[in-house]
């Protein structure tokens, strides 16, 4: 869905910008005077080839419209850059913590809205602010041209964990991890899932465990340790008690150690991205985490 989303916003916006690139050459060789001459006319350059009716106007490559008038790389790399933008990616990578505050900041305001909106009901006798029917979730859905060659198939998003309870000998009670979408759980073998994570300051998840002490508790490690282009890092780990019957969510966990020798670091875990948990089997409050490094995105 965001995917569709992204391309159907950036398509545009992109198309303007190049034009933009384009006119806004200082000195522009002979041949890229003409294909501006030809993109101001409506005109392809003359070595253009025709964008032709059979074009897929679902490739991932440069659009029919600008075939022609930019290389290929150029566009990809400015198309890259766009969707950066829209990500934050450049935000995040001089302040890893600016998700992490803006969610806080705006829990904190719909706090207020709900404690305004109770006396308003309470003095008025109606339905305060952000009260009202509630929304019923329909997703996630399955994108449905998520994979185009060689035939176009739906397709989910990435499983980047798996944990199965031990103690569930029919292997019904399973935990499962996203790239970006929270973790899930399911009581009856996979056929429905249940989302455990929506609250979180991250839903990129990277490692789960299962307490082997207490099967009811089981910890998470936020951020996707993959390295992939659109891979994202966490802020630490979290904790879910009563995992199997009505889960709490505590965290994230991220604080540093009173003896940590790095002067001034007080969060150890935002900006990276947890891969592995191991607990300890004699005592769950000793536990070691393994982090990849990295911001967002490929750097």
Same mark, same amino acid.
């Given at each position: 869905?965001?995917?569709?989303?992204?391309?159907?916003?950036?398509?545009?916006?992109?198309?303007?910008?190049? *034009?933009?690139?384009?006119?806004?050459?200082?000195?522009?060789?002979?041949?890229?005077?003409?294909?501006?001459?030809?993109?101001?006319?409506?005109?392809?350059?003359?070595?253009?080839?025709?964008?032709?009716?059979?074009?897929?106007?679902?490739?991932?490559?440069?659009?029919?419209?600008?075939?022609?008038?930019?290389?290929?790389?150029?566009?990809?790399?400015?198309?890259?850059?766009?969707?950066?933008?829209?990500?934050?990616?450049?935000?995040?990578?001089?302040?890893?913590?600016?998700?992490?505050?803006?969610?806080?900041?705006?829990?904190?305001?719909?706090?207020?809205?709900?404690? +305004?909106?109770?006396?308003?009901?309470?003095?008025?006798?109606?339905?305060?602010?952000?009260?009202?029917?509630?929304?019923?979730?329909?997703g996630p859905d399955p994108i449905p041209n998520?994979?185009?060659?060689?035939?176009?198939?739906?397709?989910?998003?990435?499983?980047?964990?798996? *944990?199965?309870?031990?103690?569930?000998?029919?292997?019904?009670?399973?935990?499962?991890?996203?790239?970006?979408?929270?973790?899930?759980?399911?009581?009856?073998?996979?056929?429905?899932?249940?989302?455990?994570?929506?609250?979180?300051?991250?839903?990129?998840?990277?490692?789960?465990?299962?307490?082997?002490?207490?099967?009811?508790?089981? +910890?998470?490690?936020?951020?996707?340790?993959n390295f992939s282009g659109d891979s994202f +890092?966490?802020?630490?780990?979290?904790?879910?008690?009563?995992?199997?019957?009505?889960?709490?969510?505590?965290?994230?966990?991220?604080?540093?150690?009173?003896?940590?020798?790095?002067?001034?670091?007080?969060?150890? +875990?935002?900006?990276?991205?947890?891969?592995?948990?191991?607990?300890?089997?004699?005592?769950?409050?000793?536990?070691?985490?393994?982090? *990849?490094?990295?911001?967002?995105?490929?750097?």
């Amino acid at each position: 869905m965001l995917h569709r989303y992204w391309a159907s916003i950036t398509t545009p916006l992109l198309l303007i910008s190049l *034009a933009a690139l384009c006119l806004g050459q200082a000195v522009p060789s002979r041949s890229s005077s003409s294909a501006i001459s030809g993109a101001v006319s409506g005109a392809p350059p003359a070595s253009a080839t025709p964008a032709t009716v059979d074009d897929d106007e679902d490739s991932p490559d440069i659009p029919p419209i600008a075939r022609g008038r930019i290389s290929e790389g150029e566009y990809l790399r400015l198309r890259d850059q766009h969707i950066g933008m829209l990500r934050g990616v450049n935000d995040l990578s001089r302040n890893p913590h600016a998700r992490s505050q803006a969610i806080r900041k705006m829990e904190g305001q719909e706090q207020s809205l709900r404690r +305004f909106g109770a006396l308003s009901s309470a003095a008025a006798g109606q339905v305060g602010l952000l009260g009202g029917p509630a929304w019923t979730p329909l997703g996630p859905d399955p994108i449905p041209n998520g994979q185009t060659s060689p035939s176009e198939i739906p397709v989910s998003g990435r499983v980047t964990a798996i *944990a199965i309870d031990p103690t569930d000998f029919s292997g019904d009670t399973v935990y499962v991890g996203t790239a970006q979408g929270g973790l899930y759980r399911s009581l009856d073998g996979g056929s429905t899932w249940t989302p455990l994570m929506d609250t979180a300051q991250s839903l990129a998840i990277g490692a789960i465990t299962i307490d082997p002490l207490d099967h009811t508790k089981v +910890f998470v490690g936020t951020g996707e340790g993959n390295f992939s282009g659109d891979s994202f +890092f966490g802020v630490g780990l979290y904790i879910i008690t009563n995992a199997n019957t009505t889960p709490s969510l505590t965290g994230p966990f991220n604080a540093a150690s009173a003896s940590n020798p790095d002067a001034g670091v007080t969060d150890v +875990f935002t900006g990276r991205s947890i891969v592995r948990i191991v607990v300890n089997p004699s005592d769950d409050n000793k536990i070691l985490l393994s982090p *990849a490094s990295g911001i967002s995105d490929a750097s």
